[in-house]
């Protein structure tokens, strides 16, 4: 039976290892055609197709991950993999997590066939811009490491759809997240990587 691998430190390393496996990535069956015209499936690019991976997995589950897989993401460092975490930890919220009901963002109904996303972050670079409005007019908001919308909803919005954080925002500022007041709200889902 395999087992888990040893550990790895980032200390370890001086410089970024380069694996076998870099470009190594889990993938879903292949996603339904599009109606969206401007897809970027239907992108005539050719470098960008070379590199575009429509249907790489977006979200990890209970069900998605063995022991191969566990060992061959200890190489990476979070948000890219597990370096320097336990496999009983990890795979005890992992285990948490159960398989979604669509692997893929859906289109609203009625709409043109294209999914509108927008990814707000957190560096201010927002500051002023008006674009509020705009960014609450996408299908689906994704905000990154505990974003400050309170008070700045007319740069921002103030829709989330999905909160994603990785462990060390979250770990490394607790005081900021509560002197912010971040809030998700009800129809916001909330993501660790």
Same mark, same amino acid.
Request: glycine share 6%; hydrophobic share 35%; charged share 20%.
């Given at each position: ?35 969206? +015209?401007?897809? *970027?499936?239907? =992108? $005539? ?5 070379? &590199?575009?991976?429509?249907?790489? /997995? ?64 957190? +560096?201010?670079? *927002?500051?002023? =811009? $008006? ?5 609450? &007019?996408?299908?689906?908001?994704? /905000? ?50």
């Amino acid at each position: 039976a395999e087992t888990p691998m040893p550990l790895l430190y980032r200390r370890n390393f001086t410089k970024a290892p380069q694996w076998d496996f870099d470009d190594v990535y889990n993938q879903d069956a292949p996603p339904r055609p599009t109606t969206c +015209a401007q897809s *970027l499936r239907n =992108s $005539k690019d050719e470098n960008f197709k070379k &590199a575009f991976l429509p249907n790489i /997995r977006l979200f990890l589950h209970k069900d998605n991950i063995n022991m191969s897989e566990w060992n061959r993401l200890s190489h990476f460092n979070n948000p890219f993999g597990f370096m320097e975490c336990k496999y009983d930890e990890v795979m005890a919220s992992v285990k948490l997590i159960p398989k979604p009901k669509e692997p893929l963002l859906l289109p609203k109904p009625g709409a043109d066939g294209c999914i509108h996303c927008a990814v707000v972050g957190t +560096a201010g670079i *927002l500051n002023g =811009s $008006k674009v509020g409005a705009e960014i609450d &007019a996408h299908d689906y908001v994704f /905000r990154m490491n505990g974003a400050v919308i309170k008070g700045y909803e007319e740069d921002v919005g103030n829709r989330t759809s999905v909160y994603v954080h990785t462990e060390h925002s979250i770990a490394a500022s607790p005081y900021f997240f509560g002197k912010a007041n971040i809030e998700t709200g009800n129809s916001s889902h909330c993501f660790i990587i």
